[in-house]
């Protein structure tokens, strides 16, 4: 079956930086879903492409890569200014019509779309899907690896050349408030954290350190079998999430 289509568009960030988008309508006009990838990921992915085309069965999609991804300008800082660039994006959804926007990010994408709701709100719903609670986790050799690529220069000219992502250098000065403290400032807005129980790199206590540390409205699904984040995503868990955000625009 074909995707959707898709219209790309270019965005701009606050701070100038330049962000590859695409605008995938749907018969529902009045819903605007923002699609925030994971580390290394890329609206132009197959499996983001397969996710968008599912989700705009409930509303439109703005799909985008974030700063030092793909195509997009800049390079990221792995969860801190890239709150900037799902403000760009939930701009242009307003822009172009959507009275109504939910924000479903993924991976480090989800700790974004928590700190974005928390921080500087706008948005009508959030999904958090596996997401981390906290910052420098390395409990896990998928995210000691990710440490390796963020840290080491080897690993920098890695991501860059193996996955086009640009990583800028340094640490965080300050460093960002975590997923699960934003978590706490979210509300009155829906917030759902979805997470698997077989996350190879975060394992259940960070869905659960952020649930905890929401305020109602929120709602907690573990997913029985579930992998990591976009590439283990079902097209009957996105239905899911899809349908969760049309219960709360009913």
Same mark, same amino acid.
């Given at each position: 079956?074909?995707?959707?289509?898709?219209?790309?568009?270019?965005?701009?960030?606050?701070?100038?930086?330049?962000?590859?988008?695409?605008?995938?309508?749907? !018969?529902?006009?009045?819903?605007?879903?923002?699609?925030?990838?994971?580390?290394?990921? #890329?609206?132009?992915?197959?499996?983001?492409?397969?996710?968008?085309?599912?989700?705009?069965?409930? $509303? $439109?999609?703005?799909?985008? *890569?974030? +700063?030092?991804?793909?195509? #997009?300008? $800049?390079?990221?800082?792995?969860?801190?200014?890239?709150?900037? *660039?799902?403000?760009?994006?939930?701009?242009?959804?307003?822009?172009?019509?959507?009275? +109504?926007?939910?924000?479903?990010?993924?991976?480090?994408?989800?700790?974004? !779309?928590? %700190?974005?709701?928390?921080? +500087?709100?706008?948005? *009508? !719903?959030?999904?958090?899907?596996?997401? &981390?609670?906290?910052?420098?986790?390395?409990?896990?050799?998928?995210? %000691?690896?990710?440490?390796?690529?963020?840290?080491?220069?080897?690993?920098?000219?890695?991501?860059?050349?193996?996955?086009?992502?640009?990583?800028?250098? $340094?640490?965080?000065? &300050?460093?960002?408030?975590?997923?699960?403290?934003?978590?706490?400032?979210?509300?009155?807005?829906?917030?759902?954290?979805?997470?698997?129980?077989? *996350?190879?790199?975060?394992?259940?206590?960070?869905?659960?350190?952020?649930?905890?540390?929401?305020?109602?409205?929120?709602?907690?699904?573990?997913? &029985?079998?579930?992998?990591?984040?976009?590439?283990?995503?079902?097209?009957?868990?996105?239905?899911?999430?899809?349908?969760?955000? #049309?219960?709360?625009?009913?």
């Amino acid at each position: 079956m074909p995707f959707a289509p898709s219209f790309p568009v270019m965005l701009r960030t606050e701070d100038g930086v330049r962000i590859d988008a695409a605008h995938t309508p749907s !018969a529902r006009t009045d819903v605007g879903i923002v699609v925030a990838h994971g580390f290394t990921g #890329s609206w132009r992915d197959h499996t983001a492409r397969r996710i968008v085309h599912v989700l705009s069965g409930y $509303g $439109g999609v703005v799909a985008f *890569d974030f +700063r030092g991804h793909g195509r #997009s300008g $800049g390079e990221t800082t792995v969860g801190d200014l890239e709150i900037l *660039d799902v403000e760009a994006a939930v701009r242009h959804a307003r822009v172009i019509g959507y009275s +109504r926007i939910a924000v479903v990010g993924f991976s480090m994408g989800a700790s974004v !779309a928590v %700190r974005h709701a928390g921080l +500087r709100g706008g948005v *009508d !719903a959030v999904v958090a899907v596996s997401g &981390p609670a906290r910052w420098y986790y390395r409990g896990t050799k998928p995210m %000691r690896q990710v440490h390796w690529a963020i840290e080491r220069p080897l690993g920098r000219w890695a991501a860059r050349w193996a996955k086009r992502t640009r990583i800028a250098r $340094g640490r965080w000065d &300050p460093i960002p408030m975590p997923p699960y403290e934003a978590a706490g400032l979210v509300s009155p807005t829906p917030l759902l954290i979805v997470h698997g129980d077989a *996350d190879a790199f975060f394992p259940l206590d960070h869905p659960q350190q952020l649930y905890a540390g929401a305020k109602e409205p929120k709602e907690l699904w573990i997913e &029985p079998g579930y992998g990591h984040a976009e590439a283990a995503a079902t097209p009957e868990l996105i239905r899911k999430i899809g349908k969760w955000i #049309s219960s709360n625009f009913s």
